[in-house]
Structures are given as structure tokens and as C-alpha cells.
């Protein structure tokens, strides 16, 4: 806390040891615990039971009116007797800074301590039994009786104002409140939906979730490190906010009637960008931090998988995409009725100018490619989707353009993908111009208006995409080697893949290729970013906003057919 990209202070996935955790235990059970989402929310409910009772233990973040600016910073769990009792056990053993700093638990009155290490600080409270352990923890002790309730609260605070204020035990009945006004918030929120379709608003609040509300950026996945291949290198930090992932989680949050957090991702994007096409990055900080280096922790990673990276070297890398997907954020807000202003105006000319200047450039791709730079397809068709989407926009708003320029350049990249990008004798585009090997990020072509869905070229680029890059019912992005070592099949690629099939009017085929992605969700239907196609275990960092948003758009093309 308080932000995703904050060091950790529960960080046990990636040290068992070190990393520090907040861990609830219930006394005699009979069974495993059982969980799920309470309605459309992100409230949590986990029910114990045992033979001599059952409780319910209900988590969130508690909401508040005004959030966005001034949220409350706090973990909340209440303990609920529903029958019988059940005790609990609970330890809170916080480990700052990636589990470097063992914190200094201070007594602050009444059921409330504090842990503070460096610059980080909690405020942790309970109408429990509580008291410090012996290894810079807290140990909290629960009996739970049919009709009672307990509370702990877990809460940000800078060290120096819980230093320079009075800390005041909290109240129990404003805590029951902060939980009821979080449920009634989440209510509100799904309420504002204009569609449901096949669990499309539990991957929208998932996408919610991921966005930091003070600025409206929106991190890839709240983890990271989480490896792509049990004990291989493929630990990347995804707690950042990509242009791509970004846009594209807007544009479906949009079309399933949550245009204030795709209009909130549109600011920060052009705030981030600063304007200016030339500085223009992959990602950024969920605050429009710029300077992300990538370094390794001296922790053990998750089941052995090292190293534990934070930060991310794509910060610096040439990913042609990102022209196209900020042109589009622009395109999609006009189609709404808001037409750009002359500032933003101004910023669209040099996007669109540095699309035109820089489309012939080799560059790392969707996938973030590692080794030498390519002509991916994708990235050159992006490059055509921004000078489209703005010639559009030019004459859409009555706006001074360079016209000629934009359609010579954009049509010398059709051309180019055409000729260069097209396996003519097997008819079918390919993943770049010196292969004819495939890619996932092909079935992406339509959705740029590039080419139709039900084009034959498109049609025969479907079915070898599905043939060469299926296992086990899962789409794999690519097959070649990157130097990277073995990987998961990517979750997006198969929702595209559904969605591709769907546009086609091959339903069943969709179906089929939809609900073998549906198997890989966890319990609470939440997606990781990869998946083993062979065991169905969960890989990369989680929960993966890019597969959400997948689904998403997946569900609604077929509920559309």
C-alpha cells in the first residue's frame, strides 16, 4: 500500500519466508473454506465452517464518497458468526520494501498499533484480542458466536503524521458503515451497465479494479514477477500502466456503458505523454511516472522462479502500436460526441506525423520482443490505423491536416503489409515481413478496420493462427524461439481468437473456443496472463487485466451474432 506499484508489505508470494503476510486461520474445520464475490462487487466473502460452527469473513477496500481524491487507504475484514463458534487466529506480520525492512510495532491505545519501517506505515486495528508476537508481528485472537461480528482494519498512513498526530482507536459501528457504503458503491457501479453477457461485468470490475482513481490509469495486473513458466526467467513487472492494454481496456469498459473511467484512462494518457509524440513511451506509472528502470530483488520468487524483477526494461523500447491505440482513444471519444480541442488537436498532428515518419522502423511488437527489432505486421498496421482514425477525424471535425501526406503514408502501408506482410501462396497474412510464420496478434487486423472479418484473407489468417498456434484447445502467441525460454499459452489470443470466429458467423466454432478459455479462470472467475495448457495451472502475473478486457470483448461479439 497505497498504490499497485508501492513496495510490498504482504509480499509472501514471492518470499514464503521474507516477503511478510496478513494470514487468517479458522480452528477445526471439517472442509476447505469456500469463497466468492459478493453480487457484481470486489467484496469478498469466504465462509468456514467446522463441526462446532460457521463464520463468514468478509474483505474489501473500503470505498468512500469523494475516493478518487482522498480514499481511505484500508484493507477491511469482518468476522461474522453465522452459527455455532468458530475461532480464529490471525497473524499480521508486515515486511516493507520487498521484505527488507521488519517493521517497529508500536502500541497507539485501545485495540490499535502501528508498524512503521523507512516510509511506510500501517495503522492496524481490532475489537479483538491483540497483541504483538515476537518477530515484529501482531497476533489477533477471534471467537465468533452465532450473531457476532469482529472487525480488522489494516490502513496506509505516512509515518511521520502517525507520529505527529494522536492515533484514536477506530470506531466499530463507522467501520460496519465504511462496509455497507462499499457494497452499495459497487452496487451503483454495476448498475451503470449497460449490458451482461457471459460474466462480462465480473471482468469489467476486475478492469475497475486495476484502475488507480486519481489519475485514471489503469495497471496491466497488480503483481509482479509471477512467472510465465514455473522456475524460468519470464518474471515481468506488469503494476504499470501500458498504452496498449490500456486503450484497449477503455474502449470495452465504453461499450459496456462505463465511459467515465475510459474518458479518466483517456486524460492520463495524453497527460503521461505530456503532448509530445517524440517522448512518448510504452507504459507508465499509474501516477505518469516516466523513469521505471528494471531492476532484480534478492528474493526467491514464487516456487523458485527467479529473478524478482521491479520496474520494466520495455519502458525504453520502439513498440509501433502505441500510435495507433492513443489515435484510437481520440477516435472512439469523438464517436461519442466529444471532438477533440485544439490542444489536443495539436498533439493528434505529431502522433500522427511520428506514425508517418517512423512505419518503415523495425520495432519489438505487441510482444514486447527482446532480440533484434522486426517489421512486425501488427505494429505496421497500427501505424495505418492512426493515420486512418485521424484522416477520419481531420474531416469528421473540419480540422487542418496535412491530408495529402497522411493518405500517401497511409496507403504505402497497406501496400507494404500487403505485399511484404502476406503469405500470397498460402493466402494469409504473417507475423512479420522476413517469416512466414504466425502470430496471435493477427487476429487483432479487424478490429483496426484493417481488413474485414469475413474477408477471405482474414478467414484463411483465422484458421492458420487456430492450426498452428493451438494446444490443447489454448492459443500459444507465437512458436518461435525468443531466447526466453518455454512460456503458457496467452489467454487474450484464444478470446480473440472467440471473437474473430464470431464476426465470421462461425458460432459454434466461437463457442467452443470460448469456453475452453472460460475452464482457465480460478474460482472466483478472475484470469492470470498465461495458462499451462497441458496441467490448466495458472502463469503470469495476475489478475491480467489484457485477458479481461479479452473476454469482454469476446462475450459481447457473441452475444451480438
Not at 498 to 513: G, S
Not at 526 to 537: I, K, N, Q, S, V
Amino acid at each position: 500500500m497505497p498504490r499497485f506499484d508501492s513496495s510490498s508489505c504482504f509480499g509472501r508470494l514471492l518470499d514464503w519466508d521474507r516477503g511478510g503476510h496478513c494470514s487468517v486461520t479458522a480452528e477445526g474445520l471439517d472442509e476447505s473454506p469456500m469463497r466468492g464475490y459478493v453480487d457484481g462487487s470486489l467484496v469478498l466473502e469466504t465462509t468456514f465452517r467446522g463441526a462446532e460452527g460457521e463464520a463468514r469473513v468478509t474483505d474489501c477496500f473500503a470505498m468512500r464518497e469523494g475516493g478518487a481524491r482522498d480514499p481511505h487507504r484500508q484493507l477491511l475484514r469482518v468476522f461474522d458468526g453465522v452459527r455455532g463458534t468458530v475461532r480464529f487466529r490471525v497473524q499480521v506480520v508486515p515486511r516493507f520494501d520487498y521484505g527488507e525492512v521488519r517493521p517497529w510495532i508500536r502500541h497507539e491505545g485501545s485495540g490499535l498499533y502501528s508498524a512503521i519501517g523507512g516510509d511506510d506505515g500501517l495503522l492496524i486495528w481490532t475489537d479483538g484480542s491483540i497483541e504483538p508476537g515476537d518477530d515484529h508481528d501482531l497476533r489477533v485472537e477471534l471467537e465468533l458466536h452465532e450473531g457476532s461480528r469482529a472487525r480488522l482494519s489494516i490502513a496506509f498512513a505516512p509515518p511521520d503524521e502517525i507520529d505527529a498526530f494522536d492515533q484514536k482507536p477506530l470506531d466499530a459501528d463507522e467501520l460496519d458503515e465504511r462496509l455497507d457504503y462499499t457494497l452499495d458503491w459497487w452496487r451503483r457501479w454495476e448498475s451503470s451497465a449497460n449490458r451482461e453477457t457471459d460474466g462480462a461485468i465480473r471482468s469489467a470490475a476486475v478492469l475497475r479494479g486495476l484502475q488507480h482513481s486519481v489519475t485514471g490509469a489503469i495497471a496491466a495486473a497488480a503483481t509482479t514477477s509471477l512467472p510465465e513458466c514455473i522456475g524460468g526467467p519470464r518474471n515481468w513487472d506488469y503494476r504499470y500502466s501500458w498504452i496498449r492494454d490500456s486503450a484497449f481496456s477503455a474502449r470495452t469498459l465504453a461499450e459496456l456503458g462505463f465511459r467515465e473511467e475510459a474518458d479518466h484512462f483517456r486524460r492520463f494518457a495524453q497527460r503521461s505523454a505530456a503532448g509530445n509524440a517524440e517522448d512518448l513511451q510504452v507504459f507508465y506509472g499509474i501516477g505518469g511516472e516516466r523513469l521505471l528502470e528494471e531492476w532484480e530483488l534478492d528474493l526467491e520468487g514464487y516456487r523458485g522462479s527467479k529473478p524478482v524483477r521491479i520496474g520494466n526494461g520495455a519502458r525504453s523500447q520502439l513498440q509501433l502500436d502505441a500510435y495507433g491505440e492513443l489515435i484510437g482513444v481520440t477516435w472512439r471519444w469523438h464517436k461519442r460526441g466529444h471532438s477533440p480541442d485544439d490542444d489536443t488537436w495539436r498533439f493528434v498532428l505529431e502522433l500522427v506525423d511520428g506514425a508517418a515518419e517512423r512505419w518503415r522502423e523495425p520495432d519489438c511488437g505487441i510482444w514486447e520482443w527482446r532480440g533484434d527489432p522486426r517489421h512486425f505486421v501488427h505494429s505496421k498496421v497500427m501505424c495505418w490505423s492512426a493515420l486512418d482514425r485521424a484522416l477520419k477525424l481531420a474531416e469528421e471535425c473540419d480540422r487542418d491536416a496535412p491530408r495529402d501526406r497522411w493518405r500517401a503514408a497511409r496507403d504505402e502501408i497497406r501496400e507494404a503489409v500487403e505485399s511484404e506482410g502476406y503469405d500470397a501462396e498460402r493466402g494469409r497474412f504473417v507475423q512479420a515481413f522476413d517469416t512466414s510464420l504466425m502470430d496471435a496478434a493477427l487476429l487483432l487486423l479487424p478490429s483496426h478496420d484493417f481488413i474485414a472479418y469475413d474477408d477471405e484473407r482474414m478467414i484463411r489468417t483465422t484458421d492458420a493462427v487456430r492450426e498452428e498456434l493451438d494446444e490443447n484447445g489454448l492459443l500459444r502467441r507465437y512458436r518461435q524461439d525468443d531466447g526466453l525460454g518455454d512460456e503458457g499459452a496467452f489467454l487474450a489470443c484464444s478470446f480473440w481468437l472467440a471473437e474473430c470466429l464470431a464476426n465470421q458467423r462461425r458460432v459454434q466454432d466461437a463457442r467452443e473456443v470460448f469456453d475452453r478459455a472460460l475452464e482457465t479462470a480460478n474460482d472466483l472467475g478472475l484470469f492470470a496472463e498465461e495458462c499451462d495448457p497441458r496441467t490448466g495451472e495458472l502463469l503470469g502475473n495476475f489478475p491480467q487485466a489484457l485477458t479481461h478486457l479479452s473476454h469482454i470483448s469476446a462475450a459481447v461479439a457473441l452475444s451480438s451474432d
